[in-house]
């Protein structure tokens, strides 16, 4: 039975590249495993990503939507029953023993922390709101115990020396198998909280780092603060930035690279700690991943994360252990909802029926069997929280629910949503992988499709997405298809089934952008499930 470290960041981006500073993730992790280049988060944004994740489940299914109440953070993970039901009290119930350090999630507080305790950890060392974000004086509860500051220590070296504590604890328990979470909070701004609206500031770097790439600025990619607007909801409104925001951007991200420095070491410190015991490390999954991505100045954006473009949905995604080939890069889609499954096949859990997403094929021998969908459901509630305060004298964007699917398959790479305001984006991510041009309703093709085919097809798949659960998330098109004879999107763009979609799909529809999941404001439509009925209308078969 395999052991698992599992390495979460905080608010890490890929699209800035942010990997390339890394050399300890390039060693460490690109080189001796694989990376998954089209990994997603579900939600872009902390509280409701990490319990999809801990949970293998939608957030729509958590009912986590946000990051604090009524909608989102500890206390509603609590109402929602997952403190017995989610993946370290499942890895405890299989014989593991199970540690965890650094961040939980939003609202794992002062006055939440002990009321009730979080269950399914053997050891623990958690950050404790509202020191999460505070790299100098982080405040911090191990093993339950009444919290305590750490003035003048800095916040991802005391979660590197906890994380090499419990591993020497679980190498000490040979008879049991261990799971070990690492959650530093590099690259996350430093974000006061506690007292009225969060304040956010660059992330601080550890002093020994404070003087590197003094050059470096974020990538001038073509959607970096660019001539024209983005396309839907506030995104329009957005002006350029002006040279006092870039400089300010630039030196956020900076900050940012300097701060993922003392990840780089703490990854040193658990390897050398695993190469001292080589027959743990032989039998240890050890993955790098974040919450979710990041942007800075893309679309003329401010320092932030919560949208659905590429920036802030597609983040790294590293896996190393037995059986995992090594300086590979797959871009098999996938998502924080096929986490816990994978770690589940992988120590030979059964899969359970409520999981909504499936298993990464992330060793060989699964990799043989691949039959991953090619879809990655994106999910988002509420408004856009503006980091850094010199932009706009805007704290907020109001308008930033929206629901997102990514389609990757051999012959297309699309990006679709429908947004609370009821507008919708489609980009051909292929040859738009900046997101410049929204295609919908407009008389392009993608490849031989019209964009109204592709439309219709995406909106059954939206709508039968945006309430899925188990199977239907992970196969959606079976939904749609009773006959199985669908099983991808290039099945459904058969010219037989134009009428089908393209009369009977509705896109969904928000009847008002609510702050967090509220059904009565997300349309009651259903998709329309395909019948031996519109067999009349085959033009071909
Ligand atoms: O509103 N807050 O308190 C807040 C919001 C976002 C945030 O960042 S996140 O990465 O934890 O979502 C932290 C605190």
Redesign the pocket.
Known sequence: VPNFIFIIT??QDLHLNSIDYQPSVQKHFAQEGTWFKKHFCTVA???PSRVSLLTGKAAHNTNVTD??APYGGYPRFIEEGFNNDYLPVWLQNAGYNTYYTGKMM?GHSLSTYNNPRINGWNGSDFLIDPGTYIFYNATMSRNHDPAKNYPGEYSTDLISAAAVGFLDDAINAPDRPFFIGVAPIAP?SE?I?GGGA?RFNAPVPAKRHEHLFPNVTVPRTPNFNPNTTGTASYFKSIRQLNQTEIDYNDDWYRKRLQSLQSVDELIDSIISRLEANPSVLNNTYLIYTTDNGYHIGQHRLPPGKSCNIEEDINIPFFIRGPGVPKGAVQNIPSSHTDIVPTLFELAGIPLREDFDGEVIPVTKELLEKNDKSEHVNIEFWGEY?VEGNTFFGESFFPNNTHKHVRVIGEDYDLAYAVWCTNEHELYDMINDPYQLTNLYNSNATIGSWPISSLSARLNGLLLTLKRCKGRTCTRPWEKLHLDGRVKNLKDALDSKYDKFYEQHQHPVTFSECGLGQVLSLEGALEPVVWDEKWDEWSYST
């Open positions: 905080d608010d944004l902390c509280c990051v604090s939003n996350h974000t909280t969060a929280l």
